[in-house]
């Protein structure tokens, strides 16, 4: 019975399908939908106030509101760009820590007779720029999105490109795990390599996971 009441009512339907339909950080969108529910509330307390049937309210209270495919993209852009916005912040965050990598890398080892520790520290070293300039392409992006988006519109392509930088940043960090974990293997002084090798490793996880998370939000935003 209670099953078949919510499956009956307009507005948890309606609530439902935009909720289905929309992708982005959870925490927003969960704000998002609860407006969204709050809004619908009090349209159908408004109706049943002036003496309409309550279900009558709801079908009107959704009529007045506009369709899932009427509200969606512009719930999705707000929701595309905060999710860039996160991306941006984990690789702008998560970023130093494979500079860390490069320093850790840099100083350990220095006089190893082993080629295959020199190669990956040198690896690392490079992956740890691509890094650096993925935090740097980051911090434009929060200012963009941020500060700068109460004068300027937010470029189309934005998120996109925020999550391509991520994706980049997080491939840079698998690769820099794998080498350091190299390096560890052979190297003398280990300990600190298999600091680096985690501090990559738990970096890589963060970013990838986010870029993942951007580029559907940038490829449902295109379509």
Same mark, same amino acid.
Request: hydrophobic share 55%.
């Given at each position: 019975?209670? +099953?078949?009441?919510r499956?009956a009512?307009p507005v948890?339907?309606?609530v $439902?399908a /935009? =909720?289905?339909?929309?992708h982005?950080?959870?925490?927003?969108?969960?704000?998002?939908?609860?407006?969204?529910?709050g809004? /619908?509330?009090?349209? %159908?307390?408004a109706? $049943?106030?002036a003496? =309409? #049937?309550h279900?009558?309210a709801?079908?009107?209270?959704v009529e007045?509101?506009?369709?899932?495919?009427?509200?969606?993209?512009g719930c999705?852009?707000?929701l595309?760009?905060?999710?860039?916005?996160?991306? @941006?912040?984990a690789v702008a965050?998560t970023?130093?820590?494979l500079v860390a990598c490069?320093?850790?890398a840099?100083?350990?080892?220095q006089d190893?007779?082993?080629d295959?520790?020199?190669?990956?520290q040198?690896?690392a070293v490079?992956?740890?720029? %691509?890094?650096?300039?993925?935090?740097?392409?980051?911090?434009? +992006?929060?200012?963009v999105t941020? $500060?700068? @988006?109460r004068?300027?519109?937010?470029?189309h392509?934005?998120?996109?490109a925020?999550?391509?930088?991520g994706?980049?940043? &997080?491939?840079?960090?698998?690769? @820099?795990t794998l080498?350091?974990a =190299?390096?560890c293997?052979l #190297?003398a002084n280990w300990?600190?390599?298999a600091l #680096?090798?985690?501090?990559?490793?738990? &970096?890589?996880?963060? %970013?990838? @996971? &986010?870029?993942? +998370?951007?580029r559907r939000? +940038?490829r449902?935003r $295109?379509?």
């Open positions: 019975m209670n +099953a078949a009441g499956q009512d948890e339907d309606y $439902t /935009l =909720t289905a339909a929309l982005g950080p959870a925490r927003i969108k969960a704000r998002m939908i609860e407006e969204i529910r809004g /619908l509330a009090d349209t %159908v307390a109706y $049943t106030h003496g =309409t #049937a279900p009558r709801a079908h009107l209270a007045e509101f506009g369709t899932v495919d009427e509200i969606a993209p999705q852009r707000e595309t760009v905060a999710q860039a916005r996160h991306t @941006a912040r965050l970023a130093p820590f490069w320093y850790l840099r100083t350990t080892g190893q007779p082993w295959l520790p020199r190669v990956a040198l690896l490079h992956l740890a720029g %691509v890094a650096g300039a993925a935090a740097l392409l980051a911090a434009a +992006a929060l200012a941020g $500060t700068l @988006a004068r300027l519109p937010v470029p392509r934005l998120p996109l925020v999550a391509w930088t994706t980049t940043a &997080s491939v840079a960090m698998a690769v @820099a080498a350091l =190299t390096a293997v #190297a300990p600190l390599l #680096a090798g985690a501090l990559a490793a738990l &970096s890589h996880a963060v %970013v990838a @996971a &986010s870029a993942r +998370a951007c939000c +940038a449902l $295109t379509a």
